[in-house]
């Protein structure tokens, strides 16, 4: 049985080069802050607890992770200054005083850290049985990287560029940042650690020669483009990039169909069926489900909503935590907004919108309509123009519609209301009370023409 695992991710700096009032880490790729992805992979090797150690904007900082990792066991740390990355994590020993086992230390902005790269820095670390374990990353231009320096093949210490000899600095294995400790070393290492260096700061990179004294420090191997943190915008720009990439690949290798993938954005934890197709511009956000055999048409938006199999959405509509049944069609330009839910075989068109409407089975409303805080039967059909009229100024009320209704177009639904199985009500028609089943409400005007009446106004405008 494996040692237990914590994990201490550093999300406390400020990140000038940014050029933000907004902490770094808290910059989103794909609808997540920066800091989600390595907590999130923690999370997926079995780290609990997880400690973000926080330092800028920290009541920040906090809310979003506890929003992004709501059942996560999380223990906030606070580096008070900053003064290195040692004394990063040592601000998070408070927080780990009843934990014996393995800490994994990661950063808060790389997030293109893979599952696969901590799984087998745990196998190595294992393996090792040293104190520490550490990823490398090999780089053409390691300027401005720690050096991994070794003799007789094992590794030594890590050296940072600014203390480099001229001979060091020819080394290209470089320093990922990212460790595997045990914590009865760990704690006892950190605080022995002095600044002397040329910033003046506790390097974490010290603990390397540390615990190479005391047993063998296994390394892996990574992609620098895996371990590659962020620093500006353009870092920014080109690490979500390589994201949306991954993304992509992943759900066309599993059998979906994106016609642009250089323009579709997936979310990571987006599920989609096999057999669906996502046209160009296409978002799929915050943990949205889509089902198989589904088409998606260019420049729709979905966050946090569900949509099963053989569902057509047409181009430009946009979804906000709805719920769709199979075989619906939707759009173009349709909005279905917050507790919307649609049971099979709905037919909503251009330029509808639902909030808080339930609609069943095999009903329509094709064009121009609002549905606000609805409850809809089956086999209805909404006439364009019509509008449920749900707020009084203070308060939402519901409108009913039975099953087999018929609205005519232009009709203002005035809640509380409702219309019984099988009505009609007229176009034009303003529904104040309750309309009995099998009943025909109007409530227009009667038409009068006047005629012969242009011609009398020309002729008195001379």
């Not at 400690?51 to 900082?61: D, L, N, T």
């Not at 590659?228 to 169909?257: F, K, P, S, W, Y």
Request: proline share 5%.
């Amino acid at each position: 049985m494996s040692a237990p695992l914590a994990a201490v991710v550093l999300c406390a700096g400020k990140g000038t080069r940014m050029k933000s009032e907004k902490a770094k880490v808290l910059h989103a790729i794909l609808g997540k802050p920066l800091c989600a992805y390595p907590l999130k992979r923690a999370l997926d090797v079995g780290a609990s607890p997880l400690v973000p150690v926080v330092g800028h904007q920290a009541p920040e900082v906090e809310k979003a992770i506890r929003a992004q990792f709501p059942e996560a066991a999380l223990r906030f740390a606070l580096q008070k200054e900053q003064r290195g990355t040692a004394d990063a994590v040592r601000s998070a020993e408070g927080a780990l005083k009843d934990f014996s086992g393995r800490v994994l230390i990661l950063y808060g902005d790389v997030p293109l850290l893979r599952r696969e790269t901590l799984e087998a820095l745990v196998a190595a670390h294992e393996a090792g049985k040293g104190p520490l374990s550490l990823v490398a990353t090999t780089l053409e231009d390691p300027t401005g990287y720690g050096r991994v320096l070794r003799e007789g093949g094992k590794v030594t210490r890590i050296v940072e560029h600014k203390d480099c000899t001229p001979a060091q600095r020819a080394v290209r294995e470089c320093n990922a940042g990212i460790y595997l400790v045990e914590s009865s070393f760990l704690w006892r290492a950190l605080a022995e650690i002095r600044p002397q260096n040329a910033q003046g700061e506790y390097y974490l990179t010290d603990l390397v020669e540390m615990a190479a004294r005391q047993g063998p420090v296994a390394s892996i191997d990574a992609d620098a483009t895996e371990t590659a943190g962020v620093n500006d915008r353009v870092e920014l720009a080109a690490r979500a990039r390589v994201m949306q990439q991954r993304i992509n690949e992943r759900h066309m290798r599993a059998g979906v169909t994106l016609q642009d993938p250089a323009t579709t954005f997936i979310d990571e934890d987006v599920t989609v069926g096999a057999d669906t197709e996502l046209g160009p511009l296409v978002t799929l956000a915050a943990g949205t489900v889509v089902g198989r055999n589904v088409t998606i048409g260019q420049g729709s938006v979905l966050t946090a909503s569900f949509v099963a199999d053989g569902t057509a959405i047409k181009p430009y509509s946009v979804f906000e935590e709805a719920k769709v049944g199979e075989r619906c069609i939707i759009g173009p330009f349709s909005r279905l907004r917050p507790g919307t839910e649609l049971a099979e075989e709905v037919h909503l068109g251009n330029f509808v919108e639902t909030k808080k409407a339930v609609i069943g089975k095999g009903s329509k409303a094709n064009h121009l309509a609002y549905l606000g805080d609805a409850k809809i039967g089956s086999k209805v059909n909404v006439g364009a123009g019509t509008i449920t009229c749900n707020y009084d100024g203070v308060n939402k009320h519901l409108t009913e519609l039975g099953d087999g209704v018929f609205i005519g177009s232009d009709t203002q639904l005035v809640a509380p209301v409702s219309v019984g199985d099988g009505a009609y009500v007229g176009a034009g028609t303003t529904v104040t009370k309750n309309v009995p089943p099998g009943s025909l409400a109007v409530s227009r005007s009667p038409q009068v023409n006047k005629e012969g009446w242009v011609a009398r106004k020309k002729e008195r405008q001379g």
